[in-house]
């Protein structure tokens, strides 16, 4: 069973994921909390398996909430869920380490794949979700080598350092090297950058 705390600050719309997987085989909502203070006491006292929080709540919002529990409790899956469709809010949910981006107007049982993809390690991008490009990929073809092309791949299928060692035969350390390469040959500021930018590329290369 997936063990799931959900923060969300508007009581009807908590109310309806709540009864929503009341009766589900595989979800259940163990906690909820209306803002990001409340999440935090939550996490720690009941250790979910995945958080999906609103991003504006009252008193701490999502965003810092995330930064906390991934800072303690990393191997806890968090899912942003929210109504704003840009580039701004996903990247810093990204930079916070969320692995999973949901928007508000997603049917229920988009909810449910994200939260069972979040669970098992993946990486869950709402399919309405629409971000610009901010770097051109037709210069990035050229800039980055066969080898960071095929890590990027990976990245955007939300593959760990190990995982995609293990998937192209090469040393963990390497992929750590080529992460921070791509990094700055591409201009960005960060791992929650590349893992958008992969996400952005991923039908291109």
């Known amino acids: ?11 009807a719309v908590a109310d309806g994921i709540i009864a929503y997987f009341k009766y589900h085989d595989h979800i259940s909502i163990i906690g909820q909390a209306t803002n990001g ?6 996490v720690e006292k009941n250790i979910p398996d995945v958080v999906l929080t ?7 919002d999502g965003i810092e909430a995330a930064k906390l529990i991934k800072a ?3 191997r806890i899956g968090i899912i942003a869920f929210s ?11 990204l930079q916070a380490g969320a692995t999973g981006y949901l928007l508000k107007n997603s049917p229920l049982s988009e909810m449910e794949k994200s939260i069972m993809d979040v669970a098992e390690g ?3 991008y709402d399919p309405n979700l629409s971000l610009t490009t901010e770097a051109s990929k037709t210069e990035s073809k050229g800039i980055l080598t066969k080898r960071q092309v095929e ?6 299928k939300g593959r760990t350092n190990q995982e995609i060692a293990d998937a192209l035969f090469i040393g963990k350390t390497t992929v750590e090297t080529h992460r921070k390469n791509m990094i700055r040959k ?8 590349l893992l958008r930018y992969a996400l952005q590329s991923k039908y291109e290369f």
């Open 72 to 74: 303690t409790f990393d």
């Open 1 to 11: 069973m997936i063990r799931v705390v959900l923060a969300e600050d508007h009581l």
């Open 37 to 42: 203070k409340e999440l935090l006491a939550l």
């Open 54 to 60: 609103d991003i504006r709540m009252p008193v701490m």
């Open 122 to 124: 993946k990486l869950y």
């Open 83 to 93: 109504m704003f469709d840009q580039d701004e809010a996903v990247d810093k949910m």
């Open 186 to 193: 591409l201009d960005l500021h960060g791992p929650g950058e």
């Open 151 to 156: 890590i990027l791949k990976l990245i955007a």
